[in-house]
Structures are given as C-alpha cells and as structure tokens.
C-alpha cells in the first residue's frame, strides 16, 4: 500500500523538480525559488525560499553528502547552495548564457553536469567553481542528464530524442534515437545486474519522452572492454508524454509522471505495475525516492509536492528476504521515526532519537532494552512498541522460505521444474516458453524483442539449485 501522508502547497507556479537528501527535501519552480524542507515533520526551513534565480528553476540537485544543494534557471545560471543555512556558494554562468534545464552532481561530487537549451553540457569542478570541460550533443536542447553510479560516464538525453553518453574525460562514446519525439528525464539505477549472459557488470538506465513511453537499458563500461548500450524493454501504462522517471534507492522500483496526471511505480524485476497514483490534478513534472525507500516525492503543475510512503507490504511485493532484510538494517534514526509515526507512536520518537535508535538497533530491541535502556515508563506504549517491533522481525524473518526471484518461471510466475535457457539469456519453464513461441511468433517474454534463436537449452545448474532449495524447505 502506498499512502498519501503530506502535501506541500507553497509554490505559487508549477513546481519543475524535487530531490531528496537522507534528511531534506527540496522543491524548485516557475516561480523562481527553491524550498527546503525538513523530512522529520515536512516543516519549510527557517532560510527557505531560496532566493536568486530571475527567471524559472528548472532542476534542483543534492551533492551525495547532502551538504550542498545545486540549482540551475533560464537565465542561465547554475547555483551551488549551502543547505544547512541555504548561503550561495557560487553562481555558475553557462557558456553563452543559454537557459540550463538540468543539473547533476557526479557520485563522488567532485563535478557537477549542467545542460543547456542550445545543446552544451558543462562540467564544473565544484570546489574551484571553474568550468572542467565542455561539450555539444548534434541537435536540440539538452534536458536530462544522470551519472552511471561509478562514475565512469554520464548520459545526457536531448529534445531531440538522442541519448548520448560521456566518459568522465567529456568524450562522446554513443549517441543514438531513443525516443521519437523528444527526451524528458533519463535515471539510473545505483545497483548493478547481470542480463543473464557472461558480460560485464551492467547498470539499468531508465528514459522516458514525449512519445509516451518508458524505457530500460543496460549499461556497461570498462576501459579493458569498452562501452554498450543495450536496449532491453518498455513499460506501458501512461497514455500521454512521460515527464520523469526515477529509481528507488535500492533500484527495485521505478516511477514515472505523465501529462495524463499518473504516477505509475513499477516493479523493476518483473516490470509489472504496483501503484497507480492519481491524485494530482495537472501535469506530473517531477518524482524522486527518498534515500530510505520509504518516501517518494511528487510534484506537479498544480503548484503542489506529494509525499507519499511506502508500507512494508508493499516493499515485500516482488522482493527477496536480503532486501528487505538489508532495507530494514540501513534504516536511518529518520527512517525509524517516520515508522514510529507510521505504527501510531508518534510519542516515542524523541526518546528513540535520544538514543540513536537506527534499523539495526530497531530490530534488536527487547523487552527489557524498552524498559530499562530506553526507560519508556508506559506499560502500554511498551507492550504496543514491542509488538510492532516483533511483528516487522517476523516479516523479515518469513521471507526466508518465499520462492527465490530466480526460480520463477517469467511467463507462468511458479516455481520452474524443467528450466531452460532461451536466446535472449533468460530462463523459463520448458513448456510455458515452447507454449510462449508458438503463439508469440519468437518474441522474448522479458524483452520484447525478437529472439535471435528459437533453441531452448535445458538449465542444468538451476534445476539442481531449485532441487536443493527443495529438499531444504518443503520437508
């Protein structure tokens, strides 16, 4: 379940973009500003408006450290900001003076991406403030941009419909048509994946355009065997063009925002629809998840930022024990009070930041720990927390004998009993995928695309491993 908890009113035009730190959010718009607000309670910062931009802000990033939050305007600059006291550190002019539409900072924040509506992107050094490199995408204006997350190369998507992709020396490697009617965002996702073939490490990047489509890539880059772009598949579900797309944290889900007013989340591992959000009344400009996965940002050209957040069963939908497991452990002290709130506990949230209370404290606490660690004199808050506490240890704890991903056959979504291999790397049960063939004229289930070969190899390793798996856990 996904649930509306708060929404923010206080821009007076369309609200362009929103980024979240692991404990701010910020929201920048037509009308010139950028806001700040605090994630533990959503109350607007004491220096908030930001306030220096003369014309519309366009993006709004955060540094990974969260110390320093970037802006860039139509009137062409680019505005690095402290957000613990919002002071302007430094104001960047793009070459030219074009108006800037996006702006990213690289994973170890030593540079920061600007692009411009005459098609330049810019790195600028963020501790000199001086221009790096500077490069041209062919045609159009450039309006998305996002880092792979080692560093190694960025991509830039244009209202051309070109997606281009940089190495960290500003050296184009590839530019290809994307989408047919223009860029709008481009994400990726931070944790890498394997395509099922023996390739290099891969990373899924994420585009959508004006042509109403959502699209996945795999992206891979060593200096030992190169760069490639692959293209493996497109979500359906918006009927307008689609204005943003971002991952969750943990890159198990992947939302989008159309001019049909929606916000779609998907299950990035199966590509299916969990959540259809439909609140907003104009277009959707702009959505991020928090670092935390709990949270997800909304905004729109009805003036308003969504916030909405993420139960444990829908996190548990389409995942494995390890992520969620892992999910709850990286649990900030902000993550566990926004779950104290969630749970109807509101009251012992400062006595949980008093002392430190993350995810893995969370899931360790006892009944004694409660009472004579934390000291919570009520009986009764006692035994409530100690429920909700044992309740989300036994959620985690159950997902130890669910199907492992893997085992599931893609078409028939049961456990597989004769695997095999199909052309485009992935495996299926054997007479689902003979079954699929038949009817869908050599297509591949994951992919969409046509498969190179119709020859189905028996997987022999994961029968064995699923045959294993059964012994141990359907005694």
């Not at 006291?85 to 002019?93: N, P, R, S, T």
């Not at 979500?235 to 916000?263: E, I, N, R, W, Y």
Request: hydrophobic share 35%; glycine share 6%; aromatic share 8%.
């Amino acid at each position: 379940m996904v649930k509306l908890i708060h929404t923010l009113a206080d821009h007076s035009d369309d609200v362009n973009c929103c980024a979240f730190s692991s404990s701010l959010l910020a929201t920048c718009s037509l009308d010139k500003t950028i806001r700040l607000y605090s994630l533990s309670d959503f109350a607007e910062l004491p220096h908030s408006p930001l306030k220096f931009h003369t014309y519309a802000v366009h993006c709004c990033c955060f540094s990974p450290s969260g110390h320093i939050l970037a802006s860039c305007s139509t009137d062409g600059t680019t505005v690095l900001w402290s957000a613990h006291d919002g002071q302007a550190l430094a104001v960047m002019e793009q070459p030219g003076g074009s108006p800037v539409r996006v702006c990213r900072f690289s994973p170890d924040s030593s540079c920061l991406a600007s692009g411009a509506a005459d098609g330049t992107v810019v790195l600028w050094n963020v501790q000199s403030h001086k221009l790096y490199r500077c490069g041209n995408v062919r045609d159009g204006s450039l309006v998305a941009c996002a880092f792979s997350p080692n560093g190694n190369l960025f991509v830039t998507g244009s209202s051309c419909g070109d997606l281009t992709v940089w190495d960290d020396k500003m050296r184009c490697l590839h530019s290809e048509k994307a989408h047919d009617l223009g860029i709008t965002c481009c994400d990726f996702s931070s944790h890498p994946v394997s395509d099922g073939e023996q390739s290099p490490q891969f990373f899924r990047l994420a585009s959508c355009g004006q042509d109403c489509q959502v699209k996945i890539w795999f992206v891979s880059f060593s200096h030992v065997l190169g760069f490639e772009l692959k293209y493996k598949s497109t979500l359906s579900g918006h009927c307008a063009p689609v204005l943003t797309c971002a991952f969750s944290h943990d890159g198990q889900m992947l939302v989008s925002g159309s001019v049909d007013k929606s916000v779609i989340i998907y299950d990035t591992n199966f590509q299916n629809i969990l959540h259809t959000l439909t609140q907003h009344t104009r277009y959707v400009t702009t959505c991020a998840f928090a670092p935390n996965i709990l949270l997800l940002a909304t905004g729109s050209m009805d003036k308003t930022v969504n916030i909405w957040q993420f139960d444990l069963e829908t996190l548990c939908q389409g995942s494995t024990e390890d992520h969620l497991k892992q999910f709850t452990e990286d649990w900030s002290e902000e993550d566990v009070s926004l779950w104290l709130c969630a749970q109807g506990l509101k009251d012992l949230v400062g006595i949980f930041k008093m002392n430190n209370i993350d995810g893995k404290e969370l899931l360790n606490l006892t009944k004694e720990s409660l009472a004579d660690d934390l000291k919570i004199e009520s009986l009764g808050l006692r035994s409530k927390a100690l429920r909700k506490i044992e309740e989300l240890r036994t959620e985690v704890k159950s997902l130890s004998s669910e199907i492992p991903d893997e085992f599931i056959c893609p078409i028939t979504r049961e456990l597989m009993k004769d695997p095999v291999i199909a052309s485009d790397g992935y495996s299926y049960e054997k007479d689902a995928m003979e079954n699929w063939i038949s009817k869908k004229k050599r297509t591949s289930p994951m992919t969409n695309l046509v498969l190179p070969s119709v020859i189905l190899t028996p997987n022999r390793t994961l029968k064995m491993a699923i045959n294993r798996w059964l012994e141990t856990h359907q005694k």
